[in-house]
């Protein structure tokens, strides 16, 4: 994995972590100026090439019930807690972008 692929990973997961830049930081022993530097490296990277697929489930934060995703042909089932990671693993492996 690339320096750039580790940093925008963990621009993911602060994202996803909800909490603050601060917050994340300090929970993850990461200088705050060097989350910054990486935001600032990987918005400058190009765009993965492709369009992001259409999600067929609209849910709202607070639901618990499972969640559908229809990714290509294949269809995801799975929760809330765990869309995360599965949204960061398609992205990783260039399946979340259709290639037409």
């Given amino acids: ?6 940093w925008q990973q963990t621009i993911d997961d ?7 830049k601060k917050e994340y930081c300090q929970n993850h022993n990461i200088k705050v100026h060097n989350l910054h530097y990486w935001i600032g490296k ?13 999600f067929t489930e609209k ?3 607070t639901d618990h019930k499972p969640i559908e995703l229809y990714v290509g042909h294949a269809r ?3 929760s809330l807690p ?3 990671e599965i949204l960061l693993e398609l992205d990783r492996t260039g399946l979340l972008y259709d290639p037409t």
């Fill in 1 to 6: 994995m690339s320096k750039l692929e580790q």
């Fill in 14 to 20: 602060w994202k996803f972590s909800g909490l603050s």
């Fill in 42 to 54: 990987c918005n400058k990277a190009p765009e993965p090439i492709g369009q992001f697929l259409p």
């Fill in 59 to 61: 849910f709202k934060p």
């Fill in 76 to 78: 995801i089932i799975t």
């Fill in 82 to 84: 765990c869309l995360s």
